[in-house]
């Protein structure tokens, strides 16, 4: 729930573990100094955040977990320009000031008593991560949950303890782990292949479609990843005949405001704008369709 004196104020919310994940990314772990405003602060998988280090700057972090432990506050960040390194030179202790929780999220009521299949790419997977932790948690709601998960190379893979345990005990909670890395000289993920073939592969993240059929039945596809992806993934779905609202896929643009305010974030023209920020940043490929440039 957000602040009703002004949302656009930020609130203090102090840093109590941040983690290296690898070279570029790391895992901020936060917690709000005001305790009441933490218990309010409710958010679904899929909504962002707007982190300001202060004298530097704001930027859009995806929430990276599903609301586990109400008072720490999960964020994978990518150090790629100014604010991003601001947040992966602040040490524990140190604070971040947040905006938010902003944008829809996924529609994870809509989608229950459905099989999932999630793919993510990259730093994709942050957002991903809480749709698996809130599916997980709610385990009787879903079926069965597929997830792609395309890698450069291992030293690359986010989450990766996490990651590894689904893909080796994961169909013990009914979750199928697959994994894709493109380096093709990368010795720990080439064991991985040959651990477990099935469900390793090297190559682009689309390639793992050849090692399951994925039917369209009963199914929502969640997609994040590089813009790139978007459409490749799109098409091997469209291919097994899933329909356009059965794809969601949440959106990274240039962001301001984060509430629709700045119009920073629109897409599309004519009869069909739409606000990043406050209509998205899930959309489905159906909306994609209708709205010009979206994917
Ligand atoms: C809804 C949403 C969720 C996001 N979630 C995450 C997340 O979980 N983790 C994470 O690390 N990042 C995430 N991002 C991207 C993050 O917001 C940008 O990387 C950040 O704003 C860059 O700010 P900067 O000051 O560090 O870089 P700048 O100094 O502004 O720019 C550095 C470089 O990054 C490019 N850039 C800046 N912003 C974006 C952007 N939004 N998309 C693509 N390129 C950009 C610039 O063109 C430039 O090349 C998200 C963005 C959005 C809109
Ligand atoms: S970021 Fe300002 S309108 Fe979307």
């Keep these: 729930m957000m602040r009703l004196e002004n949302v656009l104020s930020p609130t203090p919310a102090k840093i109590i573990k941040t983690e290296k994940m690898t070279d570029i990314e790391r895992l901020i772990n936060l917690e709000f100094l005001d305790k009441n405003f933490a218990k309010e602060f409710i958010y679904k998988p899929g909504q962002f955040v707007e982190v300001s280090v202060m004298g530097v700057g704001e930027a859009p972090i995806s929430i990276c977990a599903a609301r586990t432990n109400p008072d720490i506050l999960q964020l994978c960040v990518r150090k790629v320009g100014r604010v ?15 905006r938010g929780p902003y944008g829809n999220g996924f529609p ?62 994961g169909d013990k909670q009914n979750v199928k782990f697959y994994l894709s890395y493109e380096a093709p000289d990368d010795k720990e993920c080439y064991e991985l292949a040959c651990e477990r073939s099935d469900r390793c592969t090297q190559g682009v993240v689309t390639k793992l479609f050849e090692k399951t059929e994925v039917s369209p039945k009963n199914t929502y596809a969640i ?56 209509d998205g940043p899930v959309f ?12």
């Design 84 to 98: 991003t390194n601001a947040i992966h030179n602040r040490k524990e202790g140190d604070l971040l000031w947040i």
């Design 108 to 169: 994870m009521e809509t989608i229950e008593r459905s099989h999932l299949l999630l793919v993510g790419g990259g730093l994709g997977i942050a957002p991903l991560r809480g749709v698996l932790q809130y599916a997980l948690q709610n385990r009787e709601k879903y079926g069965e949950i597929t997830v792609f998960y395309g890698i450069r190379c291992y030293n690359m893979m986010l989450f990766r303890d996490e990651f590894l345990h689904l893909f080796r005990e």
């Design 223 to 278: 997609i994040c990843g590089p813009p790139i992806m978007y459409k490749f993934v799109v098409r091997e779905l469209i291919k097994r005949e899933f329909r356009p609202e059965q794809i969601y896929m949440t959106l990274e643009r240039r962001m301001k405001c984060g509430i629709g305010k700045c119009g920073h974030c629109i897409l599309g023209n004519g009869t069909s704008i739409k606000y990043v920020c406050k």
């Design 284 to 295: 489905t490929y159906l909306d994609a369709l209708n709205t010009k440039g979206m994917i």
